[in-house]
């Protein structure tokens, strides 16, 4: 079993292990393990015996800006009352780490001041187990030992240094705590998140100050900085003021503008940068107030981009030469991490002018390093954080393309997948459509041994379809910043993994779906199954068949109709529509990341065999007659209107001939299933060209329809008769005539 070590250590300038408001420390937690971390990963639990300390944390900064290595940040969470934690280490890694500066957290606090205030000590400890109050919040624990030389370490929270001493400080209870609404508030942001030495970075601090008017000759503002020695002051250059005092730990910064910029260069000392953190924070100072949220920020300090720790991002990365290294290799084929497709101050590019090209957030992309041989496949999948701010109130929508170092498109569109759902999550992916756009995935096979760059970015503003051309919009290159459509009213921040498919590292699958169970259900309904696929072109003409491919502004499917003979409870029966075939084949790119439409029912979800592949889609019938909708081969038409044949690009002609697919009603408790009307099958055909023409040859009758009553009322249990008639005796096969009904109120 393995065996864990946990260690902490803080940026804190001092012999203690503390985090001191004030300055802004940060905090690292470091997981070292005695073997590879096994499949799926490691999920390892720390806890304390101080309520709420967590939140004593910037949890929201570093949800937004992690700085971590082998740990996923989706794994990130919080037990009940927020004394402890959870993570989990990536397989196959022997140690995992994570760093999160403290949260100036303004004092007296109303709630929690002995948390919050003061000087706390917290005993973080690594547990096998968790208190059932917790287990809603922390769950899939994985097996493991703890080591019991490092079973634990010890951290400091002060408001302030000078409560580091042997008989702290309290806080006074009745110092004000309102912000005086006249005084001026100065805000601080740093960028970018590594500075990196033998490229002589230049890290970007911009102060802001709002709510008042700055005086005449400026407004004089105080920055602790404990590893000030590790910049040359000589090379600073400021925007907008002036420094007007160094210090030893700090400088002060005369303001004249209301956005004043300094770019301070890393100094080259020629010493070895492991692990070592510059902070910048604001400190209280005459005629103006911070504010506590946007407060500082801090540094990471290597010598090379390639001691930037595997996994972790910093900017600008949205051009070729500064693209980070995912390091993939068949004996190290997976890289996690995570990124922002946003506006940062330190997404810029310095001008041989000495000027600064900023990146903004309509035009930021991220790009990814892969180092391929030919027949290679790589899989790229990000996952949406919650809470993404943007233009609309949405997630963030992702769009991928990959490039060859010469800067060329090189996806294939026609023949590789686009942006769907993951394998795991049918249903459940990337639709650009939806008010709500999730995680994306797509693939990539390389052609011919050599190193490909995978960009992320903003959908709309990275595409290069011809139709970017026809509407005047510039195409992404990948060596030009700032370049691509500037179309991108998502954005936030994101996770990504990237995974080489090897035979140890083959494609996700999902999690095999449980047995369906209807409880309590006394006299069981049966339930029957049939099955209508259709066609309609762009013109309008109908063709009774499923086809794989249709043009701009048609649509293909089947609908099943599914029958209860027999009594539904109040709740309505769970059933699974199961089917021979991996689903994924036979179903549209916008339909595989909705949930089919249902009448007289619910979809809830796809349905994964013993295998991991999704076979079918799991049901709730709710009235007596339920219909769901599988689409195989869609084109919105305001899509199409708008921007082109873009889904058609990905959705191309198909050539691999007649497929029949065996759909079926899949045994269950609660109900029976008709012995003679559980299994339908239908064939998907290419396109409709290749649909074979009906067996009346020629005889294509004329269809008319009547209604008995135009008035129904539900208190009378009145009835109508719907009459079809022919023009002419039907084939020997029959006409398949669909209806439809619109209500137009009751």
Do not use: C
């Amino acid at each position: 079993m393995t065996q864990v070590t946990l260690s902490t250590s803080t940026s804190f300038d001092g012999d203690l292990n503390a985090l001191v408001e004030d300055q802004r420390t940060a905090l690292t937690v470091r997981f070292d393990l005695d073997e590879p971390a096994p499949t799926g990963g490691l999920r390892i639990y720390v806890n304390s015996d101080v309520e709420q300390i967590i939140s004593r944390l910037d949890l929201p900064g570093f949800a937004f800006n992690p700085t971590l290595e082998n740990i996923d940040l989706t794994s990130f969470t919080t037990n009940l009352d927020n004394s402890g934690f959870a993570v989990t280490i990536a397989e196959g890694a022997t140690f995992g780490r994570f760093t999160i500066n403290v949260f100036d957290n303004p004092e007296p606090d109303a709630v929690l001041p002995e948390t919050f205030d003061g000087r706390v000590e917290a005993l973080l400890s690594l547990q096998t187990e968790v208190a059932p109050a917790d287990q809603s919040n922390i769950s899939d624990l994985s097996d493991y030992t703890i080591d019991p030389n490092g079973a634990s370490s010890t951290v400091i929270f002060v408001d302030e240094s000078s409560q580091l001493a042997d008989t702290p400080e309290l806080p006074d209870s009745e110092s004000p705590t309102t912000p005086d609404p006249d005084m001026l508030q100065v805000s601080l942001f740093t960028g970018p998140d590594y500075l990196i030495e033998d490229e002589g970075t230049v890290s970007a601090h911009a102060f802001l100050a709002t709510n008042g008017v700055i005086p005449e000759g400026g407004l004089v503002v105080s920055v602790d900085a404990p590893n000030l020695n590790e910049f040359d002051l000589t090379g600073v250059s400021i925007e907008g003021g002036e420094i007007v005092a160094v210090r030893d730990g700090g400088f002060d910064l005369r303001m004249v503008e209301y956005t004043t910029l300094v770019n301070l260069p890393i100094a080259t000392d020629g010493e070895i940068e492991v692990g070592e953190i510059a902070s910048f924070s604001l400190a209280a100072g005459d005629g103006y107030e911070i504010v506590a949220d946007y407060s500082g920020g801090s540094f990471s300090l290597v010598d090379t981009r390639s001691n930037i720790p595997r996994g972790e991002t910093t900017e600008p990365n949205n051009t070729i030469p500064f693209a980070t290294d995912t390091q993939i290799s068949p004996e190290n084929p997976t890289f996690s991490g995570s990124g922002s497709v946003d506006f940062e101050i330190g997404n810029r590019y310095l001008n041989p002018d000495g000027t600064y090209t900023y990146i903004d957030v309509t035009e930021d992309a991220d790009l990814f390093k892969v180092e391929l041989s030919a027949g290679d496949t790589v899989t790229l999948e990000t996952f949406e954080f919650e809470s993404n701010p943007n233009a609309f109130g949405q997630g963030i929508a992702l769009t991928t393309q990959v490039f060859d170092t010469d800067g060329n498109s090189v996806r294939d569109y026609a023949t590789s997948a686009g942006e769907i759902a993951p394998p795991d999550k049918l249903f459940n992916g990337w639709d650009p459509t939806s008010e709500n756009p999730i995680d994306s995935y797509s693939e990539f096979t390389a052609t011919e041994d050599g190193t490909y760059y995978l960009a992320i970015g903003a959908y709309f503003n990275i595409l290069d379809f011809s139709i970017y051309q026809e509407l005047n919009q510039p195409l992404y290159d990948p060596f030009v910043p700032g370049s691509g459509g500037g179309d991108a009213p998502y954005f936030g921040n994101y996770g990504v993994e990237i995974n080489l498919l090897t035979e140890d590292n083959p494609r996700t699958t999902g999690i095999p779906t449980p047995p369906v169970s209807n409880p309590g259900v006394t006299e069981p309904p049966t339930l029957s199954l049939s099955a209508n696929p259709a066609t309609t072109d762009s013109e309008g003409n109908f063709t009774n068949a499923v086809v794989e491919h249709v043009e701009v502004g048609g649509l293909s499917s089947v609908t099943f109709t599914i029958r209860a003979d027999g009594e539904i409870p109040e709740e309505g029966l769970e059933f699974v529509l199961g089917s021979n075939a991996n689903l994924f084949d036979y179903i549209s790119i916008i339909q595989n990341a909705n949930l089919p439409s249902t009448i007289g029912g619910q979809s809830l979800g796809a349905f994964y065999d013993e295998d991991g592949i999704p076979t079918g889609i799991r049901l709730r019938i709710e009235e007596p007659t339920m219909t769901v909708t599988l689409q195989s081969a869609n084109h919105q038409t305001w899509f199409a209107d708008y921007y082109g044949d873009i889904i058609g690009q990905y959705e191309a002609l198909e050539t691999d001939g007649p497929e029949d697919v065996t759909f079926f009603l899949q045994p269950g408790d609660g109900f029976e299933v008709a012995p003679d009307a559980g299994t339908t099958d239908i064939t998907y055909y290419d396109s409709v060209a290749d649909v074979p023409p009906p067996t009346g040859g020629d005889i294509v009758p004329e269809v008319g329809v009547t209604i008995s009553a135009t008035e129904l009322i539900e208190t009378e249990e009145t009835e109508t008769t719907i009459t079809f008639t022919l023009s002419e005796p039907p084939p020997e096969d029959g006409v398949v005539v669909y209806r439809s009904f619109i209500t137009l109120g009751r």
